[in-house]
């Protein structure tokens, strides 16, 4: 597979994930009250960004498409290149619904250190203990501070289990 529909094929996809993430979160999410921020501002922002980010790349694919001449042979075998993307893209979406999963069930703070903790060991390979422990306490922690008590911002307890 070249590069060039590999292009389109993931600005496709990450263009509908954007446009279904921006619809979702207009309507789920409450907007700010008065002049404040409010909580829908941060999720709406990434989405809108992940729709033009796409539809860049969708630009550029088409028109290297364009550019290039239809002479070269396609390859039938997937490369090594493209195993690996495909493993990040699949990790990445592991993440995101265990992510949303364990925060429903465990709240933030214990569902964050979590997917930190197994993200660092299973994806990225760290295996110092050390490590993981700092990056996943801090991580959660610094969010909870920051996002939880000095923004005010609503950060789910858990229905499992509720410590913060």
Same mark, same amino acid.
């Given at each position: 597979m070249r590069a060039v529909h590999r292009d389109q094929i993931v600005g496709t996809l990450l263009l509908v994930f954007g446009a279904l993430?921006?619809?979702?979160?207009?309507?789920?999410?409450?907007?700010?009250?008065?002049?404040?921020?409010?909580?829908?501002?941060?999720?709406?922002?990434?989405?809108? %960004?992940?729709?033009?980010? /796409?539809?860049?790349?969708? *630009?550029? @694919?088409?028109?290297?498409?364009?550019?290039?001449?239809?002479?070269?042979?396609?390859?039938?075998?997937?490369?090594?290149?493209?195993?690996?993307? %495909?493993?990040?893209?699949? /990790?990445?979406?592991?993440? *995101?619904? @265990?992510f949303g999963f364990l925060m429903e069930k465990l709240g933030f703070v214990i569902a964050t250190v979590t997917i930190v903790s197994m993200s660092m060991w299973l994806v990225l390979g760290i295996r110092k203990p050390t490590v993981i422990a700092g990056m996943a306490i801090g991580l959660a922690g610094g969010c909870w501070l920051v996002f939880g008590k000095i923004l005010g911002a609503y950060l789910p307890p858990g229905t499992w289990l509720s410590l913060f």
């Open positions: 993430w921006t619809a979702v979160v207009f309507l789920t999410v409450p907007p700010g009250y008065g002049e404040n921020v409010g909580p829908r501002a941060f999720p709406l922002g990434l989405g809108i %960004l992940l729709i033009l980010l /796409s539809a860049l790349m969708l *630009i550029s @694919g088409s028109r290297k498409a364009q550019s290039r001449a239809d002479d070269a042979e396609d390859e039938d075998v997937v490369s090594a290149t493209t195993r690996a993307e %495909l493993r990040v893209v699949a /990790s990445v979406f592991v993440i *995101i619904v @265990g």
